[in-house]
């Protein structure tokens, strides 16, 4: 009788669990849309589209477009758009982050990290709240909350191979809290007072996305999403040629390289 209730209870934690996890996760297609440009960024909350056309930011709306180009810096390096009201451009090669609006002008002076107080070569910037910026550097492989008004460091992580032995950062992405720095096979996740929170092993993806408290990510050309340690397929009815790709809320869009398709992600 024993064996039979040990079995019996087993049985039914093993389904209860398994109800949680999805086998697969469906999408329903919404629209596609025309796009030339070198870079897809992305839309934001109020689905204006962003992109890169010959080192020139656009940001396209149902009424207008708006540009914005700054020949004496070089190449953007990337574009943070959570906050369509400050814009984060970083460009690497000088050293050099600016902020613009939400008609592309310029908010303030470039912020030039050659003349800061503490000197870095950044390599990686992505927005936070209240003025500050998530920033990466080789030199001390660090990340560090930068506020830009006051031009002052608000704190600094441990070396990141503390956390994990020989990681090699990638990109970071960040929300207006909390900052995940990609390395290749690992995330490192810290909290908005530079506090590590934890470690997920993700090994083979070339792109990634924040996703609800969760990642979706490419990998051999498909889509998953990352669910308590596993990898659940997305379903895409069509077949596309994924160059990359972005999450807002329940909406994805993919970029093939001169479309972009938007799918609902209609089970999570």
């Not at 613009?100 to 310029?106: T, Y």
């Not at 912020?111 to 000197?119: D, L």
Request: hydrophobic share 40%; net charge neutral.
């Amino acid at each position: 009788m024993k064996y039979l209730i040990s079995v019996f209870l087993i049985f039914n934690l093993f389904f209860v669990n398994a109800q949680k996890i999805d086998t697969i996760i469906e999408t329903e297609f919404i629209k596609k849309t025309a796009l030339k440009a070198d870079r897809f960024l992305g839309v934001d909350d109020f689905g204006n589209l962003y992109y890169i056309k010959n080192n020139t930011l656009t940001k396209k709306t149902n009424q207008k477009t708006y540009n914005y180009t700054n020949t004496q810096l070089g190449e953007i390096s990337s574009v943070d758009i959570k906050n369509p009201l400050k814009i984060i451009l970083f460009y690497k090669n000088f050293n050099t982050v600016l902020i613009v609006d939400n008609n592309l002008n310029e908010l303030s002076r470039p912020i030039n990290f050659n003349n800061s107080s503490f000197s870095k070569n950044i390599h990686l910037v992505n927005g936070s709240s209240n003025n500050n910026l998530w920033i990466y550097s080789l030199d001390d492989n660090t990340m560090q909350l930068y506020n830009y008004q006051n031009h002052k460091i608000q704190f600094t992580t441990q070396v990141l191979s503390f956390y994990q032995a020989d990681f090699k950062v990638i990109n970071l992405l960040c929300t207006y809290k909390d900052c995940w720095v990609i390395g290749e096979n690992n995330i490192l996740h810290f909290n908005e007072y530079g506090t590590f929170i934890e470690k997920t092993e993700l090994i083979g993806f070339s792109e990634l996305a924040f996703f609800k408290n969760t990642f979706i990510f490419l990998k051999d050309t498909h889509l998953y999403l990352y669910n308590d340690m596993a990898s659940v397929p997305i379903h895409i009815k069509d077949k596309i040629s994924i160059q990359s790709f972005y999450v807002n809320k329940n909406d994805m869009y993919i970029f093939d390289g001169t479309t972009i398709h938007v799918y609902k992600i209609v089970k999570n």
